[in-house]
């Protein structure tokens, strides 16, 4: 019998070492993941360019092998924007901020960025890649909570593979040429953790998907042109944690204003440009928290509701170039109000509102073609 229990030991064993081997394989040591790191600077400042800004280099003045002579690695967690999971040699990078860094070159699929695939956090906005496209090894990344790419010069098509970074809650990829036309925004289906989506400026050209409307996290959602159309799901305005919505500039999308709860966090409203219509409910004086309201250039019609009076927190109203009838209300409540804009509405004939003097803070105001006459008051 014990030979035979010898035998069964030793394949357990083996089995168990293989397990482990393809565990270890599959992700690099700290000390792999430094040097992967300091690759990734090397293959940014080789291609040097007339073009770039004096300070595209400061990011990596820590970016070094370690200075003591009998150590030739890399310390690459205390370098300025590397955080690891823990400080000795069983940590990981897990996150990695070079953000507003003035970086400049190509990023590519060889590029060694996307074997760090322990990362959490992966911030490159504001920074200027040339026109790369994101190449599809990003899809390795599957640990990602946030990624950041804004403003960074990022072009061509969002690869496909961003539907498989299903733990994100943060992804803006804001402010680049890109596209996303093959899956539109279908692409975010399995990404149901998403609390922020912010896209402005990407090419989308199709439709507002509903399953949007049960990503119960989300909190942002900033698509201005992109390209979006047909009807906007209502049940949108409804999640629960939505603070802002930011839809402007997409005029072929359709839609209008819901009957609002008084539970909403919604802060900052932005249809302008788009082909939004209806009435602009009573019930908006339940947006409590409500600071920015731009409506601009749609098809809002009927009176401008009373109850506007009641948001007292406003900063920012935009409802110029509508088709509001109607007397305008007093709005001599909203004592915080900044930026208010009128004009072109179809307003019944009245006299100058004189509420508008007693508004302190006021400091643009646009009343063209809004039917009032009268003196315009001295204090404005
Ligand atoms: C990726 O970019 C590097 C550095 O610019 C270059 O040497 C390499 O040939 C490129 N690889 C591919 C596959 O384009
Ligand atoms: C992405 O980074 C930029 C630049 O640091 C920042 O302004 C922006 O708010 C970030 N996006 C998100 C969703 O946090
Ligand atoms: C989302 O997940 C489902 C089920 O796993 C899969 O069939 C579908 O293709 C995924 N969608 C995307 C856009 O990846
Ligand atoms: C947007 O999509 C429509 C329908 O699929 C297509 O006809 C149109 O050419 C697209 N527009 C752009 C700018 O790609
Ligand atoms: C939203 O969630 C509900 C309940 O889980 C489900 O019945 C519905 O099909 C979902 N809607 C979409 C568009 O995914
Ligand atoms: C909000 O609505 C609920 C239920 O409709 C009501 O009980 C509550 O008093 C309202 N709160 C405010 C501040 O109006
Ligand atoms: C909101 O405004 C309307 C009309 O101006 C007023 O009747 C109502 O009492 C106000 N509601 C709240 C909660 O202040």
Known sequence: MAPCLNHFNLLQLQTISFVYMLITVSSLSLDEECSTLFQFKQSIIMQDDAVCDAR????????????????????????????????????????????????????????????????????????????????????????????????????????????????????????????????????????????????????????????????????????????LRDEFPVAIFELPQLKILSLGSNTNLIGSFPEFRNNSLLKYVDVALTSFFGIVPESISNLNHLLYLRLTGCSFSGPIPGSLSNLTRLTSLRLAGNEFTGFVPSLVSLLELDYLELSGNKFEKGPFPNWIGKMTKLSKLYLTGTNMYGEIPPFL
């Open 56 to 227: 595209w280099l400061q990011k990596f003045n820590s970016w070094k092998p370690t200075s003591s002579s009998s150590d030739t690695g890399f310390d690459c967690c205390s370098w300025d924007g590397v955080v690891c999971s823990k400080e000795d040699k069983y940590g990981q990078v897990i996150s990695l901020d070079l953000s507003e860094s003035f970086l400049c070159g190509h990023i590519n699929s060889s590029s060694t960025l996307f074997n760090l695939v322990n990362l959490q956090r992966l911030n490159l906005a504001m920074n200027n890649f040339f026109e790369s496209e994101i190449p599809p090894q990003i899809g390795r990344l599957k640990q990602l909570r946030t990624l950041n790419l804004s403003d960074s010069g990022f072009t061509g098509e969002i690869p496909s593979e961003i539907s498989q970074l299903t733990q994100l809650s943060s992804l803006d990829m804001s402010g680049n040429p890109l596209k996303l036309q093959s899956h539109g925004l279908h692409l975010v289906q399995n990404l149901t953790r998403l609390e922020e989506l912010h896209l402005s400026g990407v090419d989308i050209n199709s439709s507002v998907p509903r399953f949007l409307a049960n990503f119960s996290s989300l909190s942002s959602i900033r698509l201005f042109g992109c390209s």
